[in-house]
């Protein structure tokens, strides 16, 4: 388990695997106050987050071996809630009709969508399943574009 404290100098360059470099993390206190909680609770360092998150192999990812897809029908017996405020219960009805579905089929698309925005954007406690972090809080110190580092991507 990683306890000591790491040195960090202001970008950590992850490598792809054939060492081309992957990504630029802006090491920032920002970055460090996101990462290590979900480092510790991985136990791992910072930099081994960041390179496992460059390399989509983070461990502490939501396996999607019952993916959601809004596609697919609802649930059986998922029924769209009744809204007691009659002008937006039309404006429900309205729209699904406009998308050709019922608005049981309308709500269970947005509520899978839902779902699979958010299981995409978490980190995982391996231990107890739960959400430990959020990957898009990362992403604002990760530079993936050639234009942020000339030369270095």
């Known amino acids: 388990m990683a306890?000591?404290?790491?040195?960090?100098a202001t970008h950590i360059i992850a490598m792809s695997e054939n060492g081309a470099v992957r990504d630029?993390?802006?090491?920032?206190k920002e970055l460090l106050e996101v990462a290590r909680p979900m480092a510790r609770k991985l136990s791992i360092t910072v930099t081994e987050l960041l390179t496992q998150e460059t390399s989509n192999k983070l461990a502490a990812s939501v396996d999607h071996k019952n993916d959601l897809d809004?596609?697919?029908?609802?649930?059986?017996?998922f029924r769209a809630?009744?809204?007691?405020?009659?002008d937006l219960d039309q404006r429900m009805?309205?729209?699904?009709?406009?998308?050709?579905?019922?608005p049981a089929e309308m709500v269970w698309r947005a509520i899978a969508a839902e779902i699979?925005?958010?299981?995409?954007?978490?980190?995982?406690?391996?231990?107890?399943?739960?959400?430990?972090?959020?990957?898009?809080?990362?992403?604002?110190?990760?530079?993936?574009?050639?234009?942020?580092?000339?030369?270095?991507?």
Not at 70 to 77: F, L, V
Not at 93 to 102: C, N, Q, V
Not at 120 to 140: A, C, F, N, Q, Y
């Open 116 to 153: 699979v925005l958010a299981e995409t954007d978490m980190v995982l406690d391996p231990k107890s399943g739960e959400p430990i972090g959020d990957r898009l809080k990362l992403e604002k110190f990760r530079h993936r574009e050639s234009l942020a580092f000339p030369g270095l991507l």
């Open 70 to 77: 809004e596609d697919h029908k609802p649930p059986a017996g």
């Open 93 to 102: 009805k309205r729209a699904a009709k406009f998308f050709g579905e019922t």
């Open 3 to 8: 306890q000591e404290e790491e040195k960090f």
């Open 81 to 86: 809630p009744k809204i007691s405020d009659p």
């Open 24 to 28: 630029v993390w802006t090491v920032s």
